[in-house]
């Protein structure tokens, strides 16, 4: 045993030792500020922001994801499958110890052509009871980069979790905002059936006391039938949208609640942040900072196989042909050793290897940084969409406004005879128009809120995971 005592020194002495390039982070050219300036701004990103609409059965349905949304469920199940992979590569950074025992007879012929000579006994048995060992001596740091690959795997699908929940609760948030923006088109084009449908009986009368011609009671009956025929489309989106809404809750398809209007969301704050926060608050980006540790520690490990590799295995027990001579001092077996293997000629394997792992990590590198760019435009595109959105929508309630009084007045210079029907068909069909256009920009405006708010990431991942059994 005394035989083992330098190799030990030498392997703790060189324990240390680990070959293969040591991660750092790659500099990131990110910019001062963001393109669009936002003075109204708020420190909200580690916010439960969805909960500033100020909707219970928006939140009931948001925890409802958060617990049910199988892609949720399936990223919590790879997360569990990494850590186990971790632990499986960890242990090899220890020794692995184990038993075997055999307990057995047999008994030789007395008649055959090798039958023993009388006398002799027929009859043998053979008792074994055995402890072994064996560990690999990470000298060149092979386990250690396993290890480390395997650790940063771990967090990739952890973060990847985390980005399936940042996905998943802005999904439901914008499912959500979009089913009260059809409900609120249908609810204008129900409003808009029924008044030219009035229109149409009183036309009916006067067509039938000579008033007006055929002509003109033919258009209003072809406005009421437009308008008629905008509803079942708006019911089928709505369908649809209900569908889409349950299978992001793991649900089947069916009916969805609901709570406040459109009109009466309220619309999230701008959150704030700088370029550079968003490489702390994206998972993404973290998740493609992880896979890049991960490639870059199978670097080590590559590299590991030009270096011999050194294990200690032993093995002490106990073997005798007699049961009870089993444990005497007579029985004991023992045997250790420290194999050495070295490569001498691969024709290129080991190389070749390490080639294609160099290769795998500037693949991780690229899509490092092509995630972190993706970020960037994302986060700038939203808030130019808010930001345009909103002037937008300004606009539109400004014709909406003007459209009113046009068709009010249109229709008092018709009624007066002042002015063909033709006046009165043109102004109600642009308010008809302005009014789903100005419903539907609405709807875009917290739609650009929650891309806001999922582009720039951050503690809010949290709140929802604290919502249901994600976590």
Same mark, same amino acid.
């Given at each position: ?27 990131? @050219? ?20 969805? !909960? ?35 632990? $499986?590569? #960890? ?35 053979? /008792? ?61 084009? !129900?409003?808009?059936?029924?008044? #030219?449908? =009035?229109?149409?009986?009183?036309? $009916? ?26 509803? +079942? ?39 704030? =942040? ?8 994206? +998972?993404?980006?973290? /998740?493609?900072? /992880? ?47 420290? +194999? ?17 792992? @160099? ?13 972190? /760019? ?35 007045? *249109? ?23 302005? @009014? ?11 739609? *650009? ?7 720039? =990431? ?14």
């Amino acid at each position: 045993m005394r035989k083992l005592v330098p190799v030990i020194f030498i392997t703790l002495t060189l324990a240390g030792c680990m070959v293969g390039p040591d991660y750092q982070r790659p500099t990131v @050219e990110t910019p001062e500020t963001w393109r669009v300036d936002e003075k109204t701004a708020q420190d909200l990103a580690n916010t439960a922001w969805w !909960r500033q609409l100020d909707d219970p059965v928006l939140n009931e349905l948001i925890a409802t994801a958060i617990d049910e949304n199988k892609d949720l469920l399936i990223a919590t199940a790879r997360v569990d499958q990494f850590a186990a992979q971790y632990g $499986v590569v #960890r242990a090899d950074l220890y020794p692995q110890l184990g038993a075997s025992a055999q307990f057995g007879q047999q008994q030789v012929t007395e008649k055959g052509g090798n039958a023993l000579p009388s006398g002799y006994n027929t009859v043998t048995g053979n /008792q074994q009871l055995v402890l072994n060992a064996s560990w690999e001596l990470d000298i060149w740091g092979r386990i250690r980069r396993s290890t480390e690959a395997a650790r940063a795997s771990l967090l990739a699908s952890e973060e990847g979790r985390r980005g399936v929940i940042l996905s998943l609760v802005s999904s439901v948030a914008v499912s959500y905002v979009n089913l009260r923006n059809l409900d609120k088109q249908l609810e204008i084009s !129900r409003q808009t059936a029924e008044l #030219r449908k =009035g229109s149409y009986e009183l036309f $009916v009368l006067r067509y039938e006391a000579g008033i007006i011609n055929e002509m003109e009671l033919a258009q209003s009956r072809s406005e009421y039938e437009q308008a008629l025929a905008t509803i +079942p489309q708006i019911q089928k989106d709505i369908a649809l949208q209900e569908n889409a809404i349950n299978v992001l809750l793991g649900r089947n398809p069916g009916p969805v609640s609901r709570g406040r209007s459109l009109d009466d969301l309220k619309l999230p704050m701008i959150p704030e =942040g700088l370029p550079s926060d968003l490489l702390e608050r994206r +998972p993404d980006i973290k /998740q493609a900072e /992880q896979n890049l540790i991960a490639a870059n520690a199978q670097i080590g490990v590559a590299k590991a196989a030009y270096f011999p590799s050194i294990s200690l295995t032993g093995f002490f027990g106990f073997a005798s042909s007699d049961f009870s001579d089993l444990f005497t001092g007579s029985a004991k077996v023992w045997q250790y050793s420290a +194999p050495i293997t070295a490569p001498i000629f691969t024709a290129g394997r080991i190389s070749s290897q390490v080639k294609v792992t @160099e290769a795998i990590q500037q693949q991780y590198l690229y899509q490092y940084q092509q995630t972190i /760019q993706t970020a960037f435009r994302e986060v700038n595109d939203a808030l130019a969409d808010q930001n345009l959105t909103r002037k937008q929508l300004e606009a539109q309630n400004q014709r909406v406004l003007a459209l009113r009084t046009y068709a009010g007045l *249109a229709r008092i210079r018709f009624d007066n005879g002042y002015s063909s029907y033709i006046e009165v068909l043109d102004a109600e069909r642009s308010l008809f128009d302005v @009014e789903l256009a100005y419903v539907r920009t609405h709807g875009s405006l917290f739609q *650009a809120m929650i891309n806001l708010y999922k582009a720039m =990431g951050g503690g809010w991942i949290t709140e929802a995971e604290s919502l249901g059994g994600a976590g």
